[in-house]
């Protein structure tokens, strides 16, 4: 079966009232449950590898023995098959993976399983945990509320567990997203899209936060249409986007990485909507969303890359000012991502990306119906000419067009890695390794313009912010002169598409409506 759940994390401020808000709602039908689980892995990881979680739960008197698997491209849907055992007894039935052997997700463990040869099933971790469950009527369906409280336990490793599941039972599984809306509403709550499994591998190997999501290959199928294509990378955005974010909010807290690829994230989906243009003119507005969020999270990030870089290079020299003041009202990353705002975006991605996967099949939008491979080429030809040309100048610009170039080759970059699947390999990696250095060069002049102002900016309250102006400005001539040299290879580089590729008719008015 499909399970359909999105997963709430409960500040401890909520609890209280959250509570009482479910059970109120019929206070006779309320459920509580102690659940005692023990979840297993083998020695290398296997099964977390693969995205899947095998676990014996005590439900009550009763053992259930589980088995989930992979997340679907929305995010909050996966395979899981359940198994209740005749057991009734207070000891630990043995686990048997051949129980699963009628699901798909059991046959795949077994040939896991059996490629591992020599790797056993070991205990990981265990949970256990007080749930409160009441069943929701919602305008699209009805869901399972399930308000866990406990604990997480590996040796003498322990995590907290605070948080609100919310489950499809019947109807539009788009009803788990309208009953997470008002509960993020009303209590603050946030998305967390880590699984209690997760959470328990993490603390079985004494990791602080998972390892930042970076961006993933998107498989397209030559044969794909524009609807198809959009819906394989905005998934790979939002994954890579809410992955971090749930990571970012944790009580376990994050590193400057987390940030750092969750930005990539916003700019890859704003990329994506510039490349899908007109098709996606109803989330217009996404675009200045996700501009605000990166920005915001990227004051934090710029002081992260001034400690890493700038500043061992300032003492070196023995500047007289190093360390700049932080800023009295910066937001922290963790509560710009809980913010209520932030979080009902989060759930309108989801929910445009779902009803973008249920529509698709029956879908008469004119550009939807697009051959992917013919217009999304077309576009990206017309970007990097764009580039060229301005690379080919690059002295010659202000300094804002030099801004403004760095934007247009990261844009380019993320477009081209969409669309990877359908390219020539070994002419892709020529053009990759000659733009990652042009790209290089160009970050680099960017910290240090950036940093110069930041200073510059400081000096009237800190005259010794002069010594690192001066500095910064002529690093930043050799970081120009850098960049005129490496822009110029970029300049005559090949595309990796070939001209055969690119379709005949250049003038498409509905063509020309992506790619903006």
């Known amino acids: 079966m499909t399970e359909i759940e999105i997963k709430l994390q409960v500040p401890a401020s909520a609890r209280a009232a959250l509570a009482q808000e479910i059970k109120a709602r019929s206070p006779d039908n309320l459920r509580t449950q102690r659940l005692q689980?023990?979840?297993?892995?083998?020695?290398s990881r296997l099964l977390a590898s693969e995205d899947m979680a095998l676990r014996l739960r005590r439900e009550g008197r009763n053992w259930v023995q589980t088995l989930k698997a992979g997340k679907g491209q929305d995010s909050i849907s996966r395979e899981e098959d359940n198994i209740r055992l005749p057991d009734r007894s207070a000891a630990e039935p043995a686990l048997d993976i051949s129980r699963h052997l009628r699901s798909p997700a059991g046959r795949r463990l077994q040939v896991l399983l059996q490629r591992a040869a020599g790797e056993s099933l070991q205990r990981r971790f265990a949970t256990d945990v007080r749930r409160q469950s009441q069943i929701q009527r919602t305008r699209r369906g009805f869901v399972e509320l399930c308000l866990d409280e406990g604990m997480i336990q590996s040796d003498s490793r322990q995590l907290g567990v605070r948080e609100l599941e919310i489950e499809s039972i019947k109807g539009s599984p788009l009803a788990v997203l309208e009953a997470a809306a008002g509960y993020i509403k009303r209590y603050q709550l946030?998305?967390?899209?880590r699984s209690k499994a997760q959470r328990g591998h993490m603390l079985f190997e004494d990791r602080a936060f998972a390892s930042p999501a970076k961006a993933g290959l998107i498989r397209l199928d030559a044969s794909a249409n524009i609807d198809e294509a959009l819906l394989a990378i905005f998934s790979d955005c939002r994954r890579q986007v809410m992955q971090n974010a749930s990571q970012i909010a944790a009580e376990e807290g994050h590193g400057p990485e987390h940030v750092h690829q969750i930005r990539v994230g916003l700019r890859r989906l704003r990329t994506a909507m510039k490349l899908f243009g007109q098709r996606l003119e109803a989330i217009a507005h996404w675009d200045a969303q996700a501009r605000s969020l990166a920005t915001e999270l990227g004051t934090s990030r710029d002081r992260d890359v001034l400690a890493e870089s700038l500043w061992p290079r300032l003492r070196e020299i023995d500047a007289p000012l190093i360390e700049l003041p932080s800023p009295t009202d910066l937001k922290s990353p963790r509560d710009l991502i809980r913010e209520k705002q932030c979080q009902l975006?989060?759930?309108e991605w989801l929910e445009h990306d779902m009803k973008l996967d249920l529509d698709r099949a029956n879908s008469d939008h004119a550009l939807g119906q697009l051959p992917a491979q013919d217009v999304?080429?077309?576009v990206l030809h017309r970007w990097h000419r764009k580039c060229r040309k301005m690379s080919a100048h690059f002295g010659q610009l202000s300094v804002d067009e030099r801004h403004d170039l760095?934007?247009?080759?990261?844009?380019?970059r993320y477009g081209v890695e969409f669309v990877r699947s359908l390219l020539q390999e070994k002419r892709l990696e020529h053009f990759l390794q000659v733009m990652a250095d042009a790209q290089d060069a160009l970050g680099e002049y960017n910290d240090l313009h950036v940093a110069h102002a930041l200073y510059k900016s400081h000096s009237a309250h800190h005259p010794q912010a002069w010594f690192a102006v001066g500095w910064l400005a002529a690093q930043s001539d050799y970081a120009a002169d850098r960049?005129?040299?490496?822009?110029?290879d970029f300049a005559k580089v090949q595309a990796p598409w070939r001209k055969k590729d690119l379709p005949r008719n250049e003038t498409n008015p509905e063509v020309t409506a992506l790619g903006a």
């Open 376 to 378: 999304l080429l077309e």
């Open 345 to 347: 975006w989060f759930l």
């Open 483 to 488: 960049c005129v040299k490496v822009l110029q």
């Open 190 to 193: 946030w998305i967390d899209l």
């Open 37 to 43: 689980a023990v979840y297993f892995d083998t020695p």
């Open 406 to 412: 760095r934007k247009r080759m990261k844009r380019l």
